[in-house]
């Protein structure tokens, strides 16, 4: 995702990205990312939690404060409304704070398949 964020926010002169940018960013909040926490709460917890609970609940135990946080910041990043002038520039901020929400995702699913019976959410 980080990859196709940065290329999104690149400039091609044969290529119009702006439909790009203009729904990638938002989707991958909306739809890949913030839910897959929810998703972990209902999974292991039975109950339904919003994504910014679940790693509050998660910091300082499964998630490191820098991993928790900064899953919130791409969240916020690449959630806002998108200015005009500054589209591509917003998304490429947002790639470049995608890091840790790969980690965090990698550390959920391993949470959840390698140690299936333990919980961690409380």
């Known amino acids: ?18 439909p790009l940018v203009e729904n990638e960013p938002a989707r991958i909040v909306g739809s890949l990312d913030m839910r897959a926490h929810e998703t972990y709460t209902v999974a292991r917890r039975h109950q ?6 679940v ?3 998660l910091r300082g135990g499964l998630l ?9 910041r ?4 690449a959630g806002e ?15 470049y704070a ?4 790969l980690s965090v995702l ?5 949470e959840m398949f390698v140690r299936p019976n333990e919980r961690s959410c409380t």
């Not at 339904?48 to 609970?53: I, V």
């Not at 791409?74 to 990043?77: K, L, P």
């Not at 990698?106 to 391993?110: C, H, I, P, T």
């Open 106 to 110: 990698e550390e959920l699913g391993a």
């Open 1 to 18: 995702m980080k990859g196709r964020l940065l290329f999104y926010a690149s400039y091609i002169a044969w290529f119009d990205l702006i």
């Open 74 to 77: 791409f969240a916020r990043i």
């Open 55 to 57: 790693l509050d609940r």
């Open 98 to 101: 995608y890091e840790p929400v």
């Open 64 to 72: 490191t404060r820098d991993e928790a946080d900064g899953v919130k």
């Open 48 to 53: 339904t939690l919003d994504s910014n609970t």
């Open 81 to 95: 409304p998108l200015t005009k002038g500054a589209k591509k520039r917003q998304t490429r901020a947002a790639g």
